[in-house]
């Protein structure tokens, strides 16, 4: 007899660094709460962001830019996704590091450009001529092979429709079975099919089938109403760099050297101003006419001051073209020396002209309390079970060293809290962890000590 055991279908989620953080905390009139959504304190911060959010979702913002500073483990990056959770999905989120611009294969202006049209979306409108209903018959019709020989072929598909109000039977050309066959659509499904273009889409299983059991999680739609063919209006949300990206790629022959000639091409290519200026006639034009609407989204340029000097000139130029969105700069840098310079030193390692135009927003460190409530909620957010004496051990050690050494000491001391049969994390487990990995300040003052037997 054999005897296997099934595998949960259920998707585990791994738990990141800012997995706890759902929003602002902020009530109806835009106050911050000490602690909501993930965030704790950093009240002015918060105030300022949720300004900015309001700013971004009446239109008012884009080409503007937001700076948030101040010393690390404060959380300028936890406030950017914070601003991203407040805006939804609709609105496009960019996130990027400043070093990610230096690359071997395009210039460094082009990865900000990329970037830049990344984060401006653009809402079509169309009303298209559909068939819609749930699918009650998918038959294909065969014929013989006019090439000759014993195979067959399709010459057409029926299919039956349903909506609340009626049901159509049409009779399909063959390559939308082929387009049925890859959205794998069954008897019981709710499809839509556009008259014009011979377009399928799938929209999900009928909800008179939500009684079957099923293994894998299926999603269940109602049964349309009103009649099997209809207009519809179809919203499709795309950013500006996947308009780029789609008539960026040369659609070259089938001869041989012309599918050598893709080959040979890097996998990254850059799309020149000229291509991008023909793309915003476009955008303009249907804009005009009424078809599309523009969504102004959020760069986020984390660690700004890796930057050098040509990257900060072209963000001016960038930030003042009539298509900009909304860029939000964090760093953690004071007074430093600019990039792409030898001395000139600048407050963040931003020019000063950059600097004027900034809206800035200042982060400020956390209190022994404020770290205690940060340390709750990671606890929390991993599933551990931790005594108030271990969390005040931490938050104090938090207060001596930083945030980040502190809440990085949970998951090790939970492994010991096990290993000692514990099923809560104390205040000795966190002491002992404590004891074997050192933070910055305890390891450079080690090596200080120990200099000389390390190699110069």
């Not at 092979?145 to 039956?160: A, D, E, H, Q, R």
Request: hydrophobic share 40%; net charge negative; proline share 4%.
């Amino acid at each position: 007899m054999k005897i296997e055991e099934v595998k949960s279908t259920v998707k585990t989620q791994r738990i990141a660094a800012h997995s706890h953080v759902k929003g602002l905390g902020l009530d109806e009139n835009g106050v911050p709460l000490q602690m909501a959504a993930g965030l704790v304190g950093q009240k002015d911060a918060r105030e300022a962001a949720g300004v900015v959010v309001d700013l971004i979702k009446s239109k008012k913002m884009s080409g503007r830019a937001l700076l948030l500073a101040g010393p690390p483990g404060t959380g300028k990056t936890a406030i950017a996704l914070a601003i991203a959770q407040e805006l939804g999905n609709k609105v496009p989120f960019c996130p990027m590091v400043g070093s990610e611009v230096f690359s071997s294969e395009i210039k460094k202006t082009e990865v900000l450009m990329e970037n830049f049209r990344r984060s401006i979306g653009l809402r079509i409108r169309e009303t298209k001529e559909v068939y819609e209903g749930e699918v009650t018959e998918l038959t294909p019709v065969e014929t013989e092979n006019p090439m000759g020989g014993y195979g067959k072929t399709i010459s057409n598909v029926v299919i039956g429709l349903k909506t609340a109000k009626g049901t159509k039977q049409l009779k399909l050309d063959p390559s939308i079975y082929e387009t049925l066959q890859r959205e794998k659509v069954e008897v019981g499904d709710v499809i839509y099919i556009e008259a014009n273009s011979g377009a399928v889409k799938r929209q999900g299983r009928s909800d008179n089938f939500a009684t079957e059991f099923d293994l894998e999680t299926e999603e269940y739609v109602p049964l349309p109403k009103g009649e099997v063919h209809k207009k519809k209006e179809v919203v499709q949300d795309v950013t500006l760099h996947d308009l780029d990206a789609a008539n960026a790629r040369p659609q070259g022959g089938q001869d041989v050297l012309s599918i050598v000639g893709q080959m040979m091409k890097p996998k990254k290519t850059e799309i020149t101003d000229k291509l991008r200026t023909e793309i915003n006639k476009i955008v303009n034009k249907y804009i005009d006419q009424g078809i599309a609407e523009l969504v102004p989204g959020v760069l986020f340029i984390d660690e700004v001051h890796m930057l050098d000097l040509e990257c900060f000139t072209y963000l001016h130029k960038s930030l003042e073209s009539a298509i900009a969105p909304i860029v939000i700069f964090a760093t953690n840098r004071g007074r430093c020396v600019i990039r792409g310079t030898d001395d000139i030193i600048s407050p963040h390692g931003i020019p000063l002209d950059l600097l004027d135009r900034l809206l800035i927003v200042r982060t400020a460190p956390y209190n022994t309390s404020e770290m205690e409530q940060i340390i709750r909620l990671r606890a929390q957010t991993e599933g551990l079970n931790v005594e108030d004496a271990a969390i005040q051990a931490l938050s104090e050690i938090g207060s001596n060293t930083t945030l980040r050494y502190a809440v990085q000491l949970l998951t090790p001391a939970n492994q010991t809290s096990k290993v000692n049969g514990r099923t809560q994390i104390t205040k000795d487990d966190i002491m002992d962890v404590h004891s074997l990995f050192l933070d910055a300040k305890r390891s450079a003052k080690f090596l200080q000590e120990e200099n000389t037997k390390y190699m110069m």
